[in-house]
């Protein structure tokens, strides 16, 4: 589970959408992400690193957008599901083979002895 965030969802939109407003004007660049945050009292890396993803997923920086990085996270995740899955089936597989082999060993035995 993930843990709380210290900042709200409406805020670093709000935040992240005020400094790509102010990074566009020539005249607010300079300095904006650390003045609108100390302006909303948001630590500036918060910031700089929500304004780099923006730009990430409206295509004006490169780098993975957010969508396709949840997507490849939720696929390694299964894929660990699926690998831990198959080596519990392959076990149990060999442990139940092993077991019938020694079950059909024995029938034998007793076969063997019932004809002597």
């Given at each position: 589970?993930a843990p709380?965030?210290?900042?709200?969802?409406?805020?670093?939109?709000?935040?992240?959408?005020?400094?790509?407003e102010?990074?566009?004007?020539?005249?607010?660049?300079?300095?904006?992400?650390?003045?609108?945050?100390?302006?909303?009292d948001?630590?500036?890396?918060?910031?700089?690193?929500?304004?780099?993803?923006?730009?990430?997923?409206a295509?004006?920086?490169?780098?993975?957008?957010?969508?396709?990085?949840?997507?490849?996270?939720?696929?390694?995740r299964?894929?660990?599901?699926?690998?831990?899955?198959?080596?519990?089936?392959?076990?149990?597989?060999?442990?139940?083979?092993?077991?019938?082999?020694?079950?059909?060993?024995?029938?034998?035995?007793?076969?063997?002895?019932?004809?002597?």
């Amino acid at each position: 589970m993930a843990p709380p965030r210290k900042y709200s969802e409406e805020l670093r939109e709000r935040a992240t959408r005020l400094a790509l407003e102010a990074i566009a004007d020539p005249a607010t660049k300079h300095g904006a992400i650390r003045r609108i945050a100390a302006q909303l009292d948001i630590h500036p890396e918060a910031l700089r690193n929500w304004v780099r993803t923006a730009e990430v997923d409206a295509g004006k920086r490169p780098g993975v957008p957010t969508d396709v990085h949840e997507r490849l996270a939720q696929l390694e995740r299964e894929n660990r599901e699926l690998r831990r899955a198959n080596e519990i089936l392959k076990t149990s597989a060999a442990f139940f083979a092993a077991a019938s082999s020694t079950a059909r060993s024995s029938n034998r035995q007793r076969h063997h002895f019932r004809e002597a």
